[in-house]
């Protein structure tokens, strides 16, 4: 069983208004298009839950949603944290997420999943990270990146997706999977000691907030069918080009 869990987030975008977002969101998008049974455990403040029809869901109530600020510049993204969300403990999940083996963890900040949590998730699991949260602080202001990260984070990951500029922050990890993305030209995939270039169809003129998020998610519900790395890229790429060409 496929499972994600993570906070809600609130976007402004280019000055709109607020719209949900984050990765359980964007993972749930994927997961309906993929017909793929899961389990998501989302958390965020009571009056900000939204309709999300075709999942398994379950909410958890936190005192404050994450809110950021988001401008686009083709795939150049400016960001700033206006809002930052509640930390996850260590049990919170784990009854929601009875039978899950296969699970991406999609945190927003570094301080939405702590070490412990981390590890507490990851037990008896295959455990997908997204890597946006392991280099960004959990503080207001505009978003600077920094590799400050906890080893045990890595130590406890299968599977670590990351867009180039979170591969450049990093730098070299020893996570068995590494799986690099590059907006519309493609991705990067590191594993079994080999690299392979997975080459996407652009969409041109779309927002294309959440594309990661997704892909991450389609990327490991191919895995945990017994699909290979760079299959598996390919697939998760055809899944974000449907997902834009509807926006």
Known sequence: MLGVVGSL???????????PGGVVFYAAQALQLLGTPAKIVAKCAPDDRVELAG??????????????????????????VLVVGDPWRPDEAEEALAGVEWLHVGGLLRSDFPPETIAALARGRR???????????????PLRLNGDVDPAILRAAQILTLSEEEANVLGEVAVPEVVVTLGSRGSIVHAGGEEHRVEVEAVPNVDPTGAGDAFAVAYLAARSEGVEPPAAARRASDLVTKLLSRR
């Open 9 to 19: 987030a609130l976007d402004l975008v280019d000055g709109g208004p607020a719209r």
């Open 55 to 80: 999942v398994d869901i379950t909410w958890l109530p936190a005192a404050a949603t994450a809110v950021f600020g988001f401008s686009y510049i083709g795939d150049v993204r400016t960001m700033s």
């Open 127 to 141: 455990l997908s990270l997204d890597g946006q949260a392991l280099v960004r602080p959990g503080r207001t202001g």
